[in-house]
C-alpha cells in the first residue's frame, strides 16, 4: 500500500496505490474537518465509510467521482482483493481554507457543493458521479507520470487542476435525474454487458431489453449516473482496453483494434489519437 500526501496551496492531495494477493482492508482518516474529491481508477476497490454508529458501503467503484465532506471522526476503509486493486486520488481542503483559495474556487465549492460546506453530520456524501473520458485520461495519466523530479511535480499540479475543473465544469452541467436503487442496479448491469462484449456489443434496443429498461430510460439514466451516453461509453472502453493491450505488448495494433470490435485500422487509429493525443503507432512500450 503506498499513500502520499501533497501539498498543493490550499489543497492536500492524496494518492492511494495498493494491490493485494489476498482480501484484506486499509483504513485511513483524516485530522481536520474537509471537503473532498475522491477519483478512482481502475479495480473496482470496495469502500466503508464510518462514522459513529452509521455505515455507508460503496462498491463497482472503478471510475467514480465521490465529492464528501468528513471530520476526524469518519474513518474510510478499502477492501482490497487480487482482482480489485486501489487506485485513488483525493483532492481536500480544510473548511477553514475556503476563503482563500485562488481563482475564485471558495465560490465554486460554496455555490456547487452547498450541503457539503454547511454539514450536517460527521460525514456528508455530496454528488457522486462516473467520470467523463476526459477525466479518465487524466487520472490514468496521473498514475503513470513519466518524468522526475521538478517536471514531474509541474506536470501532477497542471493535471490535478484541470481534473478539478474537469469536475466542477461537469457538475455544473448536470441535469437532476434522479436514479432510483433498482434502476441502477440495471444501469450497472448494462454496463457490465457492454465491457464483457466490446467486440460485439449488443444494439440500444437489445440492451434495453436484456436489463429491462426501455430505451429512452436507459438513454437518460446510463448518462446521469456514469456521465457520459451509452456508446460513448462503449468506445471510451474499447479504446482504453487497446491500448493496454497494445502497452503491455499483448497484442500488435491491429490485434487490438480487432479485438474490440474495430474493423477499420484507420477509424481505429482516428479514434485513439483524438481520445488520448497520439496515435497507437506512438505508445511507448
Request: net charge negative; hydrophobic share 40%.
Amino acid at each position: 500500500m503506498v499513500r502520499d500526501f501533497i501539498e498543493i496551496n490550499d489543497f492536500t492531495i492524496l494518492v492511494e496505490v495498493g494491490s493485494s494477493g489476498t482480501v484484506t482492508t486499509d483504513a485511513c482518516k483524516f485530522e481536520e474537518p474537509l471537503i473532498a474529491v475522491a477519483f478512482y481508477g481502475s479495480g473496482n476497490v470496495d469502500l466503508t465509510v464510518k462514522y459513529g454508529a452509521k455505515q455507508k458501503d460503496y462498491s463497482n467503484t472503478k471510475g467514480l467521482v465521490f465529492s464528501f465532506y468528513a471530520d476526524a471522526a469518519v474513518e474510510f476503509i478499502h477492501t482490497i482483493s487480487p482482482n480489485k486493486p486501489l487506485q485513488c486520488i483525493v483532492i481536500a481542503t480544510a473548511l477553514r481554507n475556503l476563503g482563500d483559495l485562488p481563482n475564485d474556487e471558495g465560490e465554486i465549492f460554496t455555490n456547487l457543493l452547498h450541503q457539503l460546506v454547511h454539514p450536517k453530520d460527521h460525514f456528508v456524501e455530496g454528488p457522486m458521479f462516473f467520470m467523463t473520458p476526459e477525466m479518465e485520461t487524466i487520472v490514468d495519466a496521473v498514475f503513470n507520470i513519466p518524468y522526475e523530479g521538478k517536471t514531474k511535480m509541474m506536470f501532477f499540479r497542471s493535471q490535478i487542476t484541470t481534473l478539478l475543473s474537469h469536475f466542477f465544469g461537469q457538475l455544473s452541467q448536470q441535469e437532476e435525474e434522479v436514479v432510483n436503487e433498482q434502476e441502477r442496479e440495471k444501469l450497472y448491469l448494462a454496463k457490465e454487458i457492454l465491457f464483457k462484449n466490446l467486440n460485439n456489443p449488443p444494439s440500444l434496443t437489445e440492451l434495453s431489453k436484456q436489463i429491462g429498461l426501455n430505451t429512452f430510460k436507459l438513454k437518460k439514466t446510463f448518462k446521469a449516473l456514469f456521465g457520459v451516453p451509452v456508446f460513448k461509453y462503449l468506445q471510451n472502453e474499447r479504446l482504453t482496453v487497446a491500448h493496454k493491450m497494445i502497452h503491455t505488448e499483448a497484442a500488435t495494433v491491429q490485434e487490438a483494434a480487432w479485438h474490440v470490435g474495430y474493423d477499420s485500422l484507420s477509424s481505429f487509429s482516428n479514434a485513439f489519437a483524438k481520445k488520448f493525443g497520439y496515435r497507437p503507432s506512438q505508445i511507448k512500450k
